[in-house]
C-alpha cells in the first residue's frame, strides 16, 4: 500500500499559468509534509514545507493548500515559468527522519 | 546555507564489486543522516538512517551487511554498496537534517551508481 500519492503524473501548462500539483497520504501520523524539485542530473531541493498544524503555506510564488481531515494537500505553482519545468516529489515525515515520498510529477511549463 | 555535498557524483563497477560512496554536509550540523536509492523509474527507497549517538537503522530489505554506513561527526557519512549487482543500480541519495533545528532534510546531488 503506497503511503503517499501523487497525481497528475505529468502536468502541462503554459507559461503564466498556475500549476496545480495534488498529494495524499495514508498515515494519520504525518506531520510534516515538504515538497521537492528536482531536475535531471540533479539531487531533490526542498521547495516548501507545511506542517499539519497549518492549512496553507506560501514562499514566493508557491503555496502548499492542506487539508488533514481529508489527508491531501496540493502545490499550486503561480505564474508558471519554463524554468519551472521539473519532477515535484510530495514527501511526509513522522518527525523521525524518514521521508516517504509519493512517485513525483512531471511537470511542463510550455513558453 | 545548509549544503550536502556528495561524491562520487557517478560511478561504474563490475557485478560483485564494491564501492563506496561519501556525504559532507556544510552549514549545518548533520545530527541525522538518511541513505535513500532512487531507482531509473524515479521511486525513492530508503535505505539506513542514521543518527549521532544511536544505532543506524535499516529499512527492510536493506541490511549492514550489504550497505554499511559510517557517521563518525556531525558533517560527514559513508555509506559502501558491497558485492554489487544490476539490482543496486540507481542515484544514491544522502538526505542530511539537523534535529535541533527542525524538520528540513537537506539532499546532495546523490551518487550514480551503474553496474556492468
Known amino acids: 500500500q503506497q503511503q503517499v500519492r501523487q497525481s497528475p503524473q505529468s502536468l502541462t501548462v503554459w507559461e503564466g499559468e498556475t500549476a496545480i500539483l495534488n498529494c495524499s497520504y495514508e498515515?494519520?501520523?504525518?506531520?510534516?509534509f515538504p515538497w521537492y524539485q528536482q531536475f535531471p542530473g540533479e539531487g531533490p531541493a526542498l521547495l516548501i514545507a507545511?506542517?499539519?498544524?497549518?492549512d496553507k503555506k506560501e514562499d514566493g510564488g508557491f503555496t502548499i493548500f492542506f487539508n488533514k481531515r481529508e489527508k491531501n494537500l496540493s502545490l499550486h505553482i503561480k505564474d508558471s515559468q519554463p524554468g519551472d519545468s521539473a519532477t515535484y516529489f510530495c514527501a511526509a515525515n513522522t518527525n523521525t527522519g524518514k521521508l516517504t515520498f509519493g512517485d513525483g510529477t512531471v511537470l511542463t511549463v510550455k513558453p | 546555507g545548509a549544503l550536502v555535498y556528495q561524491y562520487p557524483r557517478r560511478t561504474i563497477c563490475k557485478s560483485g564489486t564494491s564501492m563506496r560512496m561519501e556525504c559532507q554536509a556544510v552549514g549545518f550540523q548533520a545530527t541525522s543522516v538518511a541513505w535513500y536509492r532512487q531507482s531509473p523509474q524515479k521511486t525513492f527507497e530508503l535505505i539506513a538512517l542514521s543518527t549521532v549517538n544511536s544505532a543506524i537503522k535499516y529499512e527492510q530489505n536493506f541490511t549492514q551487511e550489504k550497505f554499511p554506513i559510517s557517521h563518525p561527526n556531525l558533517s560527514f557519512s559513508s555509506m559502501t554498496v558491497l558485492n554489487a549487482y544490476l539490482e543496486d543500480r540507481g542515484l544514491y541519495l544522502c538526505g542530511a537534517r539537523d534535529r535541533d533545528w527542525g524538520d528540513e532534510q537537506y539532499f546532495g546531488p546523490g551518487t550514480r551508481l551503474t553496474v556492468l
Open positions: 498515515n494519520s501520523a504525518f506531520d510534516y
Open positions: 507545511i506542517r499539519s498544524v497549518s
